[in-house]
């Protein structure tokens, strides 16, 4: 979003992931991104070593808010793993911080909540971007893994346990009716952007690193691209289609660097979806791409704040 250089209030919002870790300003309450860092995550290093970069970040931009003369009112931190209402993280598929106090170091510096991925960006949807104009509607984010959210009055609901996000990570199993083969297909494995390099480089001629590459092979008429985006999509539309079913939202929003790639790929996802919802007068249902872009998980950490820190920030 446009900077907003009259904005007196703002929060900080860090999108933590497994590649990089964006930190933002972010203008209370037009959303607007005032300013940026990115640093490589490296989570190889361990998780300690990975919080103290993503701490120092913080407090890097909390500076920055002080030379702006700008009211700080908290920092919200997205990150790719189950967390609990509580803001424990419960899971350590890609960062090593299960466990950890995170929330606590963070709030050392500023009020802070810790938020998943996905809710956050769902967040940033509902109140910036293209899920504004509905009560109720799913989030699906598809990159280096792929997840979803209900949406509803403007809110992510995060379940009992902060686990209503897994979509793709569980086995589909079924037992092939003509030779009796017992399948355990993962979504994840099959439709994320590694699963499409994997998938790719096993049949082609040329080894693809990237899901962006495998795509652009496919726009470009590369057969073993296209049946691996083409059934990828697929795969993706059959879930998405399920939670139609489940859930009756109003739309669907799908962000994430693949999931807003559009081409074969989103072709494919949405015909697939449209063919597995049951309901005739669901099967039309809006399926847009989001429109926070890359910023979506460094917005929405950023509106966790806004939310979660009513005293600070007054009613929503």
Known sequence: MD???????????????????AAGL????????????????????????????????????????????????????????LVDPMGNITSSHSLAWQEMP???????????????????????????GAGREYRLFVYVTVGTGISSTLVQDGLPFAGARGNALIMA?????TECSSCGTVLNPVL???????????RYNCCASRAAERGE????AAEAGDASAAKVVKSAGEALGNSVGFLVNVLDPEAIV???????????????????????????????????????????????????????????????
Request: charged share 15%.
């Open 188 to 198: 994840e494995a099959f439709a994320s952007g590694p699963a499409l390099v994997a």
């Open 169 to 173: 990570s569980s086995p589909f199993t």
């Open 213 to 216: 590459e495998v795509t652009a």
């Open 26 to 81: 972010v203008a209370h309450p037009s959303g607007a991104v005032l300013a940026r860092r990115i640093v490589p995550t490296l989570p190889q290093r361990g998780g300690e070593a990975v919080l103290r970069d993503t701490l120092a970040l913080a407090e890097r931009m909390t500076e920055e808010a002080g030379k702006r003369n700008l009211d700080l009112l908290g920092i919200g931190v997205g990150v790719p793993e």
């Open 254 to 316: 799908v962000g994430g660097g693949l999931g807003s790639a559009g081409g074969l790929y989103w072709d494919s996802f949405v015909a697939g979806t449209r063919d597995h919802i049951w309901a005739e007068n669901s099967r039309a249902l809006p399926i847009v791409p989001a429109a926070m872009g890359v910023d979506s998980g460094m917005i929405g950490a950023a509106a966790t704040v806004f939310h979660n820190v009513p005293a600070t920030v007054g009613e929503w």
């Open 102 to 128: 995170v929330q606590t170091a963070f709030s050392r510096i500023a009020p802070a909540v810790v938020e998943s991925d996905v809710r956050a960006g769902a967040l940033a949807e509902a109140m910036y």
């Open 3 to 21: 900077e907003n250089p009259d904005s007196a209030a703002c929060a900080v919002g860090l999108d933590v992931g497994g590649t990089k870790i």
